[in-house]
């Protein structure tokens, strides 16, 4: 088995695997890295992935031109003020109003907010606690000479790839717009989860 493997069997079903006594160590590991983390900036360029296997996935290399950046968001539901006229608790509109993204899509928006020079090929969960969602988004920068010479990775020097966290184009982007799915019974999904009267969902 590679090491690509082994770290992929180590993050699965992590949290189950802190609960057992065997892997104390692991469990030290994790509690002092998210603290770290919980008293770092929300959104901060890490030197190496930490899980390699994932960032291999969405085309990250160890060279120029490559970032990997962690990004801290909020659990819960928005939070809505309240209104200041009258109506019952029920029509105020405060409770249970959450995003229409998903966590993870907002995590790769943010870091594409703060490294605008670059692009977001994908991203994907580190580690959530009762508080906050971590997610490692990379980027490349497509006017890096390194990436333009890159024939895996330099599709994403076309103008059509601009701003594509922001467009919902990327893998996660896709996911929340009910586009990932192909063939039979996905006749409805294009051109978009609105068309065809919201039956895509």
Do not use: C
């Amino acid at each position: 088995m590679g090491y690509y493997k082994y770290v992929a069997e180590t993050y699965k079903g992590l949290k189950n695997k802190l609960k057992k006594p065997e892997n104390k160590e692991l469990r030290a590991i994790i509690s002092e890295r998210k603290q770290k983390w919980r008293e770092g900036p929300a959104t901060e360029r890490v030197e190496r992935p930490t899980r390699i296997d994932q960032a291999r996935k969405y085309g990250y290399k160890s060279k120029q031109g490559f970032i990997t950046v962690r990004s801290r968001i909020r659990l819960g539901g928005a939070r809505k003020s309240r209104p200041t006229r009258g109506r019952r608790p029920k029509r105020m509109g405060v409770l249970k109003i959450t995003r229409g993204k998903s966590n993870q899509r907002i995590a790769e928006e943010r870091a594409n907010k703060k490294y605008p020079n670059m692009e977001v090929l994908g991203s994907y969960w580190v580690w959530s606690d009762g508080k906050y969602h971590w997610y490692e988004v990379v980027l490349v920068d497509p006017n890096h000479p390194a990436v333009i010479s890159d024939k895996d990775v330099n599709w994403i020097t076309g103008k059509q790839h601009r701003k594509r966290a922001l467009r919902g184009l990327t893998p996660a982007g896709k996911r929340g717009r009910g586009l990932l799915h192909k063939g039979k019974g996905a006749e409805k999904l294009r051109p978009s989860i609105g068309a065809h009267n919201r039956k895509g969902k």
